[in-house]
Structure formats: C-alpha cells, structure tokens
C-alpha cells in the first residue's frame, strides 16, 4: 500500500467484482458505474475480477462494459492475468484502497473483507464481522430482536434436515398463514426469492433454493401487509450515520407478485419508486431515525442499503440488509442521494473518501480538462412504443457518458407519451421507467415542495453546503416539439435521439430535425423509414443481386385476413407456409417497430390463432410462456390491433452453449446469428467486429439485448467458429448491407451468417440501437484497434455527423 497520497499522484483505487453468486451480472454493472463516474485524473481505477472458483484475475476496465460476466469467462487466461498467493498480495498492496463491488455470496458474507483485514488492505464498507451479522438473514432478525427493533417471524431451514416439510407445515399453522415468502438465508435480496401460498408450495421453493451449491439454508416468513420501502445510510466524517430519503415500492403484488430480481433490476412499468413515500412525513422521519439508529448498532461503516416494511399495524420492520449495494446507474443508492443534490460522481467520491479517511489517505484535488466552451447536445428519449423502457435506459446513458466529455455539454430531455418534450432536472433521470418519469414531470411542484423538508437537514448532516443542492428546486419544464427545436436551433444544440421504434426512428423526427437544419444522430429521414419497415428492408436487400447477401422471405399479414378463420382455416394456411418454406416454425413480428417489440417464435398454427387473438383484444404484452419458450414478458406498442405483421420462417442455428467457462458448439446447420455496428463518415463504411448472440429462449428479448446482467454476447466471434477470413468477408458485406440501405453516421444490423460459406442473412437494420450501458456497441467499439470507450464512440458519432 502506498504510505501517502502526494498531491501530483492519484489514488490508486481497486474495483473487485464478480465473485461466485448469481448476483456477479449485477456485480458488473455495480464495478462499471464505479469506474464511469470514479474514474478522473485524480483517482486511478484498475480492477480485480473474482470468478465463480474464487480464482483471482486482473483484467481491462474495458470488460466492466460486457453484458455479463459469460461474456469473458471463457478467455479469462488471454484476457486477464491470474493471481494466485504472494502474487496477489503484493498486487493489492501496491493499491491505495479496495472497492468491493461483489453481490451475495463471498462479497457480502465477509470472506472477502476477512481476506482483505487479514493482509491489511484498505477497503470501502462494513467490517468482515458486521458483514456476516447483516448477511445471514436469520441472524440478522435475531440481533434486531434482541436489541427491541421489530422482526418479522421466520422459519430456519437447512439443506439436510428431514424434518424441513413438517417446519414448513408446522409455521403454516402456528402464524395462520395464507402467503409466505421464501428466500436464501444467505444471499442477496432479490435472487431466488418467491411468494407462496401453501406449504407444498414453500417446500418446492426450498427445494430450488437448494439446488446452487452455496445455499445451505433457507428461511420462510410470514407475507407482509403494508408498504415495502428501501433506504440508503451515509456515514458523514465525523462517523455518523445519515439517513436519505427512503423510497417506496409500490407493485402489484397479485399473482404471487415480489420485488424480486427482475423487478429491482430490469425497467417494468408494474414497479414504481415513489419518493417521497405515499406515508406520512412523520412516518418518513421514523424510518430515517430507526435506519440510523441500526447502522449505528451493527457498526456499519461508509454506506449501506435497507429493506424493510411500513405494516398495516403501523409497526416499521427491517428485513433485508444490504452490505455493497447495488450501483447500477439508476439504483436506489444514486436516485436517493440525487434526491439530497448529490451527483454520480458526488456521493461516490464522499464514500471513498470517508473511507480513506479511516487509512489516512487522501483524495487529491487534481482539475479536470474540460473545455469552457462544450457544445450543448441535447439528448432525448422515452416516447410511447414498446422499446420506451430502453430509450431511457439509453437515453440517460448517453447523457451521464457525456457528462465527463471534455468536448459536449448534455442536457436531458424526456419525449412523453402524448408528444410533448420535458426538460427536466438530473435525478428525474434516474427514474427506471418511463412512466415514473411522466408522473415525477405531472406532480413536480407538490413533489418537491415535500422534499424540501427533508434536503437541508440532511445536506447539513453530510457537511455539503446548503446551496449545493439549487438543482434539487428544480422542476421540469414542458415544451411542444415546435419550441423545443426552436429552442435548439437558438442554442445551435446537437440533437442525440436516444428514441426507439416509432416516430423517433421512423423518419417523422429525422425530417422536422431536417428541415430545422439542425446536426442529430443516425441515418436520414428516407434511411430511417426503410429501416423502420422490415418488409422494404428485406426488398432493398433482395434487389442488392448479391450472391453472399439475402433475405428472408416474408409474408405480410394483418388481422382482418384472419377475422372470419376457423381453426383448420389456421391450419391450411400455416401448412402451407411450412411447406412454401421448409421450415418447422415461424418468427412473427411488426412490420415496422423496434427489434424486439412483438417478436414470437410460433411453434403450431394454434400459437399464431393465439397471437392475433390477443393482439386484436389490445393486450400491452404477452406474459411469459404465453408461447413455447418465452421465457419473458413481451411488450406491444400502442396500436397493434391496426399494425401489420410479418411471417418469416425461423432459422435453425448452430447450438452455442456456455459451460464451466467454456463455448460449446454443436453444428446443425453452419448458422450463426451475430449483429454488427457499423459506422458511416462522409460516405465511408467500417463495420465492427460483430457480437455471437447466445439467447436463453427462442429469440433474444429487450433484456437480453440492453439490460446488463442478461444475455450473452461473444464479441469478437472466436476463430473456431468463424474464420479470420470469414469474418473478413461477412464485415464487408455489413459494409455493402448499410450502404445499399442509405444508413447515415451509425446503425446496428442483424444477421445470420454461415459459418461454413461466410453467406449472410440480413434480419434487420437498427438505424438507432440501443446505447444502454453494457449494449455490443460499445462491446465492439472496445473491440476495435485502438480501443474506442463508450464515451469516445459516443463523441466520434457526433463529431462524425457535425463533419458530415
């Protein structure tokens, strides 16, 4: 460890992520927002990857931006370097301090923190002793019980105990109960969570739990009536702890409906998190006090995150306790300290540096470059289609990636659903979804009015200056999209559409941007139409007479063709489409929507009676396993019931599979599917090395695709599967593929390509993809040679079109 920090040297701070639990994906996306908003000229990031052995890798801060871990694991030994011993001691000694960004197991049970104490390495959060009390659900509620807080009952499970079925029964009985929840006793709060209604139910669920061999134990409880919140507790430097403003999650807990992983971590409109609480104030303040007054009791250090429930009894009860909290972009942690006027980098750089107080380190103040005049782009998102969810996810990207740009000046934006622009303040941002963005905009004076009473008090207690937090006043600002453009043609402000689907990549809003002269992002208002339609996409790349490059071949349907058709009607007419095409199934999607919005694979002529009889009742998603495989919700846009759809057969891939970190290939048929950004500067194109997908079900969903910590995708293809040459010949064909189509600036096309001739299918053209934070497309800018960080991709886009 370094003795002192000089005023010329950064501190050296270390990320560790990964680990062995089912929470490492979350991990990633925790080490990735460390590095995006700690990262500066002074503190210096480098990181240590934990595998799920518990073997020790130092890899590129550049893997913090992969989808998920699976992404890597399996070239760990190219990639990274181990570290085993006085090897890897010696590495975390000539580190300043250690961020561990490790969920559940090892990270939060305090293997990792004994390890660190034991070798006296400086770290960030609570002590090895305090982790493992807070860790272990059952203990924890005994500790709370013992020292007069409230605990909800609980019933202890072991993986070997025979008498588990007649514990379940026995709780049943005794607490009179018609819901349970079951859940790891130690483990992070969301993974492996269930709701159950009997105890057949709980013993099923127990029986789960048990099956992932870090689980030893399991605990049921009593199902909560009230109002679930969380709460994040700051230590300030003279060591008190400092309560923010909790959070209220309000879901509809029908149909066995917990805030589990999905709903914590992937955007859904059935989730909302209302701050303030729909409680009281005093209810609020309670809350804070008992928080405080628990980090004090359990000698908690830093910060750490809270679960718990305001009952329908009025009592408050802790349950779940979070030692490394989660810091995805928008978590709890950053949505509630921006609440308070605290930014990304703010809270994260007050934890750090209270953290080496503790050492007697310091953080030195070494300026930033940043240039006095930053362009102002103005980067939009949100809308009303189906992919509204992802727009903010990468539209809020985009924004906070250039918030550190030495060369742009952002500004958010919100689209709503009726078509009207919000300019709106930092922490209305970091909202997950967009109807909580809509709703935050509608209620902003009340909202804020609340607030108010609680800022200063705790600003003061975080020793943060008072005016500090004028952001926090301010209140969003509704414009027609007339004065929003007029307002950014006065500006001469970049317009970054972070849209997708609808009007914001269809053309309508490329056109008025047009005519306004104003510099965007993406392809014009002809490429943008094409690319919309997946039928004239498949036309125009038909009429390339390319030999290597095709089609698929499409039918285009809507649901009046099938208003009067009987059942064998559905079956003659799917027949014949098996037989016309060869084929055993059938994609259905929208003719013009985004690339994941109602997309199924159809497995009979009943599944496709099923899909346009949902669609023409106005349903807004299909549940999961509505159809064969579909392993989650898929979402409609508003209108399908008139929308047109497309049939195209499925195409049989090769099988990929990812085991014990290694790719495994079946051949069936010598396709792959893999997709490629592609970049266009004053009409020349360069593809990227494209992205292997390896889909959970049938067709790869929103979450897969955009939502770190799902999916898989192997960025570059590995040679054993597509040669160097192949691979060669399919980026120059993307290249030939973006050109015929018109694309302008950047896209990301999806295909098929045969590994075995180098021929490719063109699915679709993306004339605005995602820019999520772990999407391919910054995957494949990293690829490249010299690496581009997303930032870097980010600011050559713009640059590019500014030049164009």
Same mark, same amino acid.
Request: hydrophobic residues 40%.
């Given at each position: 460890?370094?003795?002192?920090?000089?005023?010329?040297?950064?501190?050296?701070?270390?990320?560790?992520?990964?680990?062995?639990?089912?929470?490492?994906?979350?991990?990633?996306?925790?080490?990735?927002?460390?590095?995006?908003? &700690?990262?500066?000229?002074?503190?210096?990031?480098?990181?240590?990857?934990?595998?799920?052995?518990?073997?020790?890798?130092?890899?590129?801060?550049?893997? *913090?931006?992969?989808?998920?871990?699976?992404?890597?694991? =399996?070239?760990?030994?190219?990639?990274?370097?181990?570290?085993?011993?006085?090897?890897?001691?010696?590495?975390?000694?000539?580190?300043?301090?250690? @961020?561990?960004?490790?969920?559940?197991?090892?990270?939060?049970?305090?293997?990792?923190?004994?390890?660190?104490?034991?070798?006296?390495?400086?770290?960030?959060?609570?002590?090895?002793?305090?982790?493992?009390? #807070?860790?272990?659900?059952?203990?924890?509620?005994?500790?709370?019980?013992?020292?007069?807080?409230?605990?909800? %009952?609980?019933?202890?499970?072991?993986?070997?105990?025979?008498?588990?079925?007649?514990?379940?029964?026995?709780?049943?009985?005794?607490?009179?109960?018609?819901?349970?929840?079951?859940?790891?006793?130690?483990?992070?709060?969301?993974?492996?969570?269930?709701?159950?209604?009997?105890?057949?139910?709980? =013993?099923?669920? #127990?029986?789960?739990? =048990?099956?992932?061999?870090?689980?030893?134990?399991?605990?049921?409880?009593?199902?909560?009536?009230?109002?679930?919140?969380?709460?994040?507790?700051?230590?300030? %430097?003279?060591?008190?702890?400092?309560?923010?403003? /909790?959070?209220?999650?309000?879901?509809?807990?029908?149909?066995?409906?917990?805030?589990?992983?999905?709903?914590?971590? *992937?955007?859904?409109?059935?989730?909302?998190? *209302?701050?303030?609480?729909? @409680?009281?104030?005093?209810?609020?303040?309670?809350?804070?006090?008992?928080?405080?007054?628990?980090?004090?009791?359990?000698?908690?250090?830093?910060?750490?995150?809270?679960?718990?429930?305001?009952?329908?009894?009025?009592?408050?009860?802790?349950?779940?306790?979070?030692?490394?909290?989660? #810091?995805?972009?928008?978590?709890? *942690?950053?949505?509630?300290?921006?609440?308070?006027?605290?930014?990304?980098?703010?809270? !994260?750089?007050?934890?750090?540096?209270?953290?080496?107080?503790?050492?007697? &380190?310091?953080?030195?103040?070494?300026?930033?470059?940043?240039?006095?005049?930053?362009?102002?782009?103005?980067?939009?998102?949100?809308?009303?289609?189906?992919?509204?969810?992802?727009?903010?996810?990468?539209?809020?990207?985009?924004? &906070?990636?250039?918030?550190?740009?030495?060369?742009?000046?952002?500004? $958010?934006? =919100?689209?709503?659903?009726?078509?009207?622009?919000?300019?709106? %303040? +930092?922490?209305?941002?970091?909202?997950?979804?967009?109807?909580?963005?809509?709703?935050?905009?509608?209620?902003?004076?009340?909202?804020?009015?609340?607030?108010?009473?609680?800022?200063?008090?705790?600003?003061?207690?975080?020793?943060?200056?008072?005016?500090?937090?004028?952001?926090?006043?301010?209140?969003?600002?509704?414009?027609?999209?007339?004065?929003?453009?007029?307002?950014?043609?006065?500006?001469?402000?970049?317009?970054?559409?972070?849209?997708?689907?609808?009007?914001?990549?269809?053309?309508?809003?490329?056109? !008025?941007?047009?005519?306004?002269?104003?510099?965007?992002?993406?392809?014009?208002?002809?490429?943008?139409? !094409?690319? #919309?339609?997946?039928?004239?996409?498949?036309?125009?790349?038909?009429?390339?007479?390319?030999?290597?490059?095709?089609?698929?071949?499409?039918?285009?349907?809507?649901?009046?063709?099938?208003?009067?058709?009987?059942?064998?009607?559905?079956?003659?007419?799917?027949?014949?489409?098996?037989?016309?095409?060869?084929?055993?199934?059938?994609?259905?999607?929208?003719?013009?929507?985004?690339?994941?919005?109602?997309?199924?694979?159809?497995?009979?002529?009943?599944?496709?009676?099923?899909?346009?009889?949902?669609?023409?009742?106005?349903?807004?998603?299909?549940?999961?396993?509505?159809?064969?495989?579909?392993?989650?919700?898929?979402? !409609?846009?508003?209108?399908?019931?008139?929308?047109?759809?497309?049939?195209?057969?499925?195409?049989?891939?090769?099988?990929?599979?990812?085991?014990?970190?290694?790719?495994?290939?079946? $051949?069936?048929?010598?396709?792959?599917?893999?997709?490629?950004?592609?970049?266009?500067?004053?009409?020349?194109?360069?593809?990227?090395?494209?992205?292997?997908?390896?889909?959970?079900?049938?067709?790869?969903?929103?979450?897969?695709?955009?939502?770190?910590?799902?999916?898989?995708?192997?960025? %570059?293809?590995?040679?054993?599967?597509?040669?160097?040459?192949?691979?060669?010949?399919?980026?120059?064909?993307?290249?030939?593929?973006?050109?015929?189509?018109?694309?302008?600036?950047?896209?990301?096309?999806?295909?098929?390509?045969?590994?075995?001739?180098?021929?490719?299918?063109?699915?679709?053209?993306?004339?605005? /993809?995602?820019?999520?934070?772990?999407?391919?497309? +910054?995957?494949?800018?990293?690829?490249?040679?010299?690496?581009?960080?997303?930032?870097? &991709?980010?600011? +050559?886009?713009?640059?590019?079109?500014?030049?164009?």
């Amino acid at each position: 460890m370094s003795q002192y920090t000089s005023s010329f040297n950064p501190l050296k701070l270390a990320l560790i992520c990964g680990g062995p639990s089912l929470e490492r994906g979350i991990s990633l996306n925790s080490a990735r927002s460390l590095l995006d908003h &700690l990262s500066s000229r002074s503190i210096e990031i480098s990181v240590f990857y934990v595998t799920q052995s518990k073997e020790w890798y130092t890899i590129s801060p550049f893997h *913090l931006y992969s989808n998920t871990p699976a992404d890597f694991d =399996f070239k760990l030994k190219d990639i990274g370097q181990i570290l085993e011993g006085d090897a890897l001691i010696s590495a975390l000694k000539n580190i300043d301090i250690v @961020f561990p960004a490790i969920h559940g197991a090892y990270g939060e049970d305090g293997e990792l923190q004994a390890f660190l104490e034991k070798h006296q390495i400086p770290f960030v959060g609570p002590s090895s002793q305090m982790c493992q009390m #807070m860790f272990h659900k059952h203990n924890a509620a005994f500790f709370l019980k013992e020292n007069g807080f409230k605990s909800l %009952p609980s019933c202890l499970l072991k993986k070997k105990d025979p008498d588990n079925i007649k514990k379940i029964q026995n709780f049943f009985e005794e607490h009179r109960l018609t819901r349970g929840v079951v859940k790891p006793v130690a483990g992070g709060s969301s993974i492996g969570v269930s709701s159950v209604l009997t105890p057949e139910d709980a =013993f099923k669920q #127990m029986l789960s739990i =048990f099956e992932h061999p870090l689980n030893q134990e399991a605990l049921l409880e009593s199902f909560c009536k009230g109002k679930e919140f969380t709460i994040v507790v700051l230590q300030n %430097p003279q060591g008190e702890a400092v309560s923010l403003i /909790p959070n209220e999650i309000q879901i509809s807990y029908e149909n066995g409906q917990i805030f589990d992983y999905r709903r914590k971590y *992937l955007p859904t409109s059935n989730t909302k998190w *209302l701050c303030p609480p729909s @409680f009281g104030d005093e209810i609020v303040k309670d809350i804070q006090k008992k928080a405080q007054d628990l980090f004090t009791l359990f000698g908690l250090r830093d910060f750490v995150r809270m679960d718990g429930w305001f009952l329908e009894n009025g009592d408050i009860v802790f349950t779940d306790f979070n030692p490394i909290s989660g #810091m995805e972009q928008n978590s709890f *942690l950053f949505l509630q300290a921006a609440y308070v006027g605290m930014k990304h980098q703010e809270v !994260l750089t007050y934890i750090v540096k209270n953290a080496c107080q503790r050492y007697g &380190l310091e953080i030195p103040l070494l300026k930033e470059k940043q240039s006095l005049n930053r362009h102002p782009v103005w980067v939009v998102f949100g809308g009303n289609t189906a992919e509204r969810q992802v727009s903010v996810m990468s539209g809020t990207n985009v924004w &906070l990636k250039l918030m550190k740009s030495e060369f742009y000046d952002p500004q $958010p934006f =919100f689209l709503d659903f009726k078509g009207h622009i919000w300019k709106i %303040p +930092y922490v209305y941002c970091l909202h997950h979804t967009a109807e909580e963005i809509y709703e935050n905009c509608l209620t902003s004076h009340a909202m804020t009015e609340r607030l108010d009473q609680f800022v200063t008090p705790i600003r003061k207690r975080l020793g943060l200056n008072i005016e500090g937090a004028s952001f926090m006043q301010e209140v969003p600002e509704k414009l027609t999209f007339s004065r929003f453009i007029e307002d950014a043609s006065h500006e001469k402000a970049f317009i970054f559409l972070g849209l997708h689907g609808g009007s914001g990549e269809d053309g309508t809003y490329q056109e !008025l941007l047009e005519d306004a002269k104003l510099f965007y992002n993406g392809s014009g208002p002809e490429a943008s139409q !094409l690319c #919309m339609d997946k039928y004239m996409t498949g036309l125009s790349i038909e009429k390339m007479g390319h030999d290597f490059i095709k089609s698929l071949p499409k039918k285009i349907i809507s649901l009046q063709n099938f208003e009067n058709f009987t059942r064998t009607d559905y079956e003659i007419f799917w027949q014949n489409l098996l037989d016309q095409w060869s084929t055993s199934s059938l994609i259905i999607k929208p003719k013009d929507d985004g690339c994941s919005a109602g997309v199924v694979r159809l497995e009979t002529a009943e599944e496709l009676e099923k899909y346009l009889i949902l669609v023409r009742k106005g349903v807004s998603a299909f549940p999961q396993e509505t159809f064969s495989g579909q392993k989650t919700i898929i979402e !409609l846009n508003p209108g399908a019931a008139q929308s047109e759809y497309i049939l195209e057969p499925f195409i049989t891939t090769d099988i990929l599979t990812l085991k014990d970190n290694h790719v495994f290939h079946t $051949p069936v048929t010598g396709w792959l599917e893999i997709t490629a950004g592609v970049l266009e500067h004053k009409g020349i194109y360069h593809a990227m090395n494209p992205s292997l997908t390896v889909s959970e079900s049938h067709v790869l969903n929103v979450e897969e695709k955009f939502q770190g910590g799902t999916g898989v995708n192997i960025t %570059p293809p590995p040679a054993f599967l597509i040669s160097n040459v192949f691979l060669a010949q399919i980026k120059e064909r993307i290249e030939k593929v973006a050109q015929a189509l018109g694309i302008k600036n950047y896209a990301r096309i999806d295909c098929f390509a045969n590994r075995e001739t180098g021929e490719l299918i063109v699915i679709e053209a993306n004339s605005l /993809p995602a820019l999520t934070p772990s999407t391919v497309f +910054y995957h494949q800018g990293l690829a490249e040679t010299p690496p581009l960080s997303p930032r870097m &991709l980010l600011e +050559y886009l713009i640059r590019s079109k500014q030049e164009n």
